[in-house]
């Protein structure tokens, strides 16, 4: 079968011979955006479970990544979503909502994981026994699991939920990074109130 990750599960297995049976990936999306929220995502899937094209969530084009989705939720054995706010990204700065969203995620699982493989190279937090992994959502089936589960559940609340609120931002076409179009937006209607006001200090704008 052909896979985007030359070996998909190495890093699990590892962990596996040394005894550990429960793990989750985690991951986030959203770090970078000028509003709405970060999410997180954390799976814990099967032994050597098989998902073609399964790959770090930014390299997959979006129909793939929503057909991922539905697959990744079917055949987990356990997955939870979780969000830091952005009145929490501006309060506690976006690294520690990061941070704070990724626990969520998993103290939100059905299954506790006897370790989390986390998406980077932080782990202050994490509420549990993790290791990180620089570049994880190429390298892990677990990691790349939890890059799909965030990234398509921010990107759905941005459209269908943000966007309808705030319609004239066009969160639909951006998802709320820092594109031209949403500066253009910025310089028309200055910030909503879901906009991260930390991130907008640079913008000559802001009032």
Known sequence: MEHNMEHPWAIEDGWFEKGVSVICGVDEAGVGPLAGPVYAA???????????????SKKLPEKKREALFDEITAKAIAYAVATASHEEIDAINILNARMLAMDRAI????????????????????????????????????????????????????????????????????????TKLHYAMLAQYGPSPVHRKTFLKKWKGTP
Do not use: W
């Not at 954390?42 to 770090?56: F, H, K, M, S």
């Open 42 to 56: 954390a799976v814990i899937l099967p032994r050597d479970c098989q998902i073609e094209g399964l790959n770090d």
């Open 107 to 178: 103290q939100a699982l059905p299954v506790s994981p006897e370790l989390a493989l986390v998406d980077g190279n932080r782990c202050a937090g994490i509420r549990c026994r993790c290791e990180t992994v620089v570049g994880g959502d190429g390298k892990s089936a677990s990691i790349a699991a939890a890059s799909v589960l965030a990234k398509v559940s921010r990107d759905r609340y941005m459209t269908e939920v943000l966007d309808k609120e705030y319609p004239q931002y066009q969160f639909a076409k951006h998802k709320g990074y820092g």
